[in-house]
């Protein structure tokens, strides 16, 4: 510790300036219970920011799954309208054919 910082809780050496240091005695106290009660409490700012990442981390999420729905939702209304690319998705992902097709499945 500094030698100011002893004296500053020396009130003797105040003088002059009884008010400031006064003043900076409370400020300092007053600052060390805030950090106390924001650290020590069970909603500490650790866990107000903790939460804040967790939340931006969701909303990326659910933006992520609206792209997916609004490409499913395309490919819906490909398939619905047209009939031939309806045949071709079932031919590929369900390994449909027509009768008389040949159809050989690799792995």
Request: charged content about 35%; overall charge neutral.
């Amino acid at each position: 510790m500094s030698k100011y910082t002893k004296d500053l809780w020396n009130r003797d050496k105040d003088g002059n300036r009884k008010e400031q240091r006064s003043f900076l005695r409370y400020a300092i106290v007053a600052t060390v219970i805030f950090l106390l009660f924001m650290f020590l409490k069970k909603d500490n700012l650790i866990n107000w920011v903790q939460a804040g990442l967790s939340l931006r981390r969701q909303e990326r999420q659910i933006e992520q799954y609206q792209r997916e729905n609004a490409e499913l939702d395309r490919r819906i209304r490909v398939m619905t309208g047209d009939r031939d690319s309806l045949e071709r998705y079932a031919r590929e992902e369900f390994f449909f054919a027509e009768p008389g097709d040949d159809v050989y499945i690799t792995e």
